[in-house]
Structures are given as structure tokens and as C-alpha cells.
Nanobody
Framework: QVQVVESGGGLVQAGGSLRLSCVVS????????MGWYRQAPGKQRELVAD???????KYADSVKGRFTISRDNAKNMVYLQMRSLKPEATGVYYC??????????WGQGTQVTVSS
């Protein structure tokens, strides 16, 4: 069984920064893609950013230039550095892990609230 645990959420003023962390443990099998998704109130979950095993990244247009995703393969961790935060970034942020067999695991989420 795989455990995915996020941390680092909180309340921040618009223009501020937050760093999210996610650690994966348990019966891990060849993690491939690690990513962050956001679910705003009343909306569907959407991709914020993801990163492959060898460091290729993908970002939602709304966060390009302000958010940075990174990972530490030795520690099975992925991070999301968020800068110049806007109120529309408010939501629950979920860590997503996909292995080479395309099996996906999700964390429980961490709340990010950006006040205007």
C-alpha cells in the first residue's frame, strides 16, 4: 500500500508565497510522474504542475512563471514552490503519484487560502 502525504498549506495574503511538500511511502513501485492538482470550491480538480522521473515539467498556463515544481527521487518527495499568489489559487492541493504501470495514488490534500 502506498501512502501519499501533503504538507505546507495555509493562509497567505495575495502576493505572498507558500511551499507545498509531498512525501510518498509504503509499497512504492517505480514512481514515474509526480504532480500537484488543485480543486477550488465548486470546481473540478485540475492539474497545476507535474514532473517526470527525469525532470521534465508541465505547468498550467495560469501558474507559469510563478510556480515551480521539483522532486527528490531519493526521498520520494515532490515540492511546489508558489510565488506571487493570487486569490484564485485558493483551493485544496492534492499530490498525485503515477508509477510506470500507470497506477495512480492521491494524497488527502492540503488547503491553500489566498486572501485579497
Amino acid at each position: 500500500q502506498v501512502q501519499v502525504v501533503e504538507s505546507g498549506g495555509g493562509l497567505v495574503q495575495a502576493g505572498g508565497s507558500l511551499r507545498l511538500s509531498c512525501v510518498v511511502s509504503g509499497s512504492i513501485y517505480r514512481i514515474n510522474i509526480m504532480g500537484w492538482y488543485r480543486q477550488a470550491p465548486g470546481k473540478q480538480r485540475e492539474l497545476v504542475a507535474d514532473i517526470t522521473w527525469d525532470g521534465d515539467t508541465k505547468y498550467a498556463d495560469s501558474v507559469k512563471g510563478r510556480f515551480t515544481i521539483s522532486r527528490d527521487n531519493a526521498k520520494n518527495m515532490v515540492y511546489l514552490q508558489m510565488r506571487s499568489l493570487k486569490p484564485e489559487a485558493t483551493g485544496v492541493y492534492y499530490c498525485n503519484v503515477r508509477n510506470t504501470l500507470n497506477i495512480v495514488d492521491w494524497g488527502q490534500g492540503t488547503q491553500v487560502t489566498v486572501s485579497s
